[in-house]
């Protein structure tokens, strides 16, 4: 149900009482600093550069007109009701790990940083937890620690609940439910009239399905209500290996992937570094049950490590002894395919022994990182028996690839972007002549460049259209909000 704001009458007594030093001609930016309680931050301000910078990859670092941090739905309803009503670029910002530029920041417009829609509500009694879209995932998993549950969410803890969730998001209990986006039993919606909204399996369930997967096209998304699951300690870590060992990892990875009746409760993520030798190759696996080295890893047990930390701990201690990747521009690259021992070695070349690869490593501080995630068929199921999404998912067992590249100086960004692309063109090329192209890109691990909503196939994305003509028929989260991947 939709509910029109009270904030504006606040604002205009507010205006009126401020007349004196505003004029007919002022900007959204002098108005908002005026109406919004001590959140809006010009370029004359020591906290601009920190928040402007804020975002985790230079490439998404930009220089809004102002940023505003509403701190509560009525002062968001207002931003963003004037916004529209100005004919204003803007960008919303949740954690900002997105690397795409425009995504989580913009230059001129004004930004909305939702960082104070930072709530935490936890509900046994409904086995749900309801959290503010300006979280990280740290913080949602602190607090459930304390009751011993957990929510189908990110995997690295400084991501922000916000963008992981509307690009679907991937877990280390996706086998068992389904995607991040599936397991959301409401989202609290900001429209571009300055409506609030609420989506979910009895309201607005066109909504609630075009949410998942749908970035940011439809409106501001407050609070995302999460089913809740009663996991706490596990087996896992991560086990190191040489990057000689891959060949016997490729064949490994395959066993684990297509065998039979395939444990739903094990996940593992393979990771190599083709540019850093000293790190070699990583293999992340957590086994969501506290049972050490469980049958389900056994393709993996008889290859040699060079480090191991896999013990029993709890899920969020498994996650944050992942070390996170520091450079200071990044771009990301996803191809999908079937899980195929040869082919996971054609790919494996294709990324380890291309000439791409040098071009890479001869930028300033050029490297890369490959990441193999793989997706059982039950993980697609569980979302279809979840109300299904706007993916187009196949629910077939299948890897997302994801290439991590990483370089130093914004004038290399062309350069690293053609190699990227070109490797991954050629690992298209390779899974299409072998029968296991997957037709999907997975939007978390996308560069700007590729284009994930026109992979959910036509169906879906006619079905997204009409969503957008009923909720945002002027089309401003298209138009006004420039970055994310919008609609075909």
């Not at 301000?45 to 007109?65: G, R």
């Not at 998304?221 to 999460?226: A, P, W």
């Not at 195929?340 to 300033?364: C, H, M, Q, R, Y």
């Not at 939007?443 to 909720?471: C, F, L, T, W």
Request: glycine fraction near 8%.
């Amino acid at each position: 149900m939709a509910r029109p704001t009270a904030f504006q009458a606040l604002v205009g007594f507010s205006l009126l009482c401020c007349s004196a030093r505003a004029s007919v001609d002022q900007t959204l930016c002098n108005e908002f600093d005026v109406t919004l309680s001590n959140g809006t931050f010009m370029p004359t301000e020591d906290q601009y550069e920190a928040l402007s910078t804020e975002n985790w990859s230079q490439t998404a670092w930009a220089k809004p007109t102002c940023i505003v941090q509403p701190s509560s739905i009525d002062e968001l309803s207002y931003v963003v009701s004037r916004l529209v009503s100005r004919n204003e670029k803007f960008a919303i910002r949740s954690g900002g790990h997105s690397v795409l530029p425009g995504a989580g920041n913009i230059n001129g417009g004004v930004l909305i940083d939702m960082s104070r829609f930072d709530s935490a509500e936890y509900d046994a009694e409904n086995d749900v937890i309801t959290v503010g879209s300006g979280l990280r995932w740290r913080e949602v998993y602190k607090e459930l620690d304390q009751h011993n549950v957990t929510v189908v969410g990110g995997r690295v803890l400084d991501v922000g609940v916000g963008g992981l969730t509307l690009g679907s998001g991937l877990s280390y209990l996706t086998d068992l439910y389904g995607l991040v986006c599936d397991n959301v039993v409401n989202f609290e919606v900001v429209t571009a009239a300055g409506l609030v909204v609420n989506a979910n399996a009895d309201w607005n369930q066109d909504l609630f399905w075009a949410l998942k997967g749908g970035a940011n096209n439809f409106g501001v998304v407050t609070k995302f209500t999460l089913k809740t699951y009663p996991i706490f300690n596990v087996w896992g870590g991560m086990k190191l290996y040489t990057l000689d060992a891959l060949p016997a990892l490729f064949d490994a990875f395959a066993k684990y992937q297509t065998i039979a009746d395939k444990d739903p409760y094990a996940n593992v993520m393979l990771q190599a570094f083709p540019t850093n030798k000293s790190i070699g190759a990583v293999l992340n696996m957590v086994y969501l049950k506290p049972e050490e080295s469980p049958e389900a890893f056994a393709p993996f047990y008889d290859i040699k490590t060079v480090q191991d930390t896999t013990k029993l701990q709890t899920l969020t201690e498994m996650m944050s002894s992942q070390p996170p990747l520091r450079l200071t521009r990044i771009n990301w690259f996803s191809a999908s395919f079937k899980p195929d021992a040869e082919l996971f070695k054609t790919v494996g070349n294709i990324l380890t022994a291309s000439p791409e690869l040098e071009e890479i490593k001869s930028l300033t501080a050029g490297s890369v990182g490959i990441g193999w995630q793989p997706i059982s068929s039950s993980a697609v199921l569980a979302g279809q028996q979840r109300g299904g999404n706007a993916l187009g998912l196949e629910a077939v067992n299948q890897t997302w690839l994801v290439i991590d590249v990483g370089w130093w100086f914004p004038e290399d960004d062309e350069r690293a972007a053609n190699a990227s692309m070109s490797m991954i063109n050629k690992i298209d090329a390779a899974s299409k002549s072998t029968g296991n192209y997957v037709d999907y890109i997975f939007m978390n691990d996308a560069s700007a460049n590729q284009p994930v909503i026109e992979h959910y196939g036509p169906d879906n994305v006619a079905k997204m259209r009409e969503v957008q003509s009923k909720y945002d028929p002027d089309l401003v989260f298209q138009k006004l909000v420039p970055g994310g991947f919008k609609l075909p």
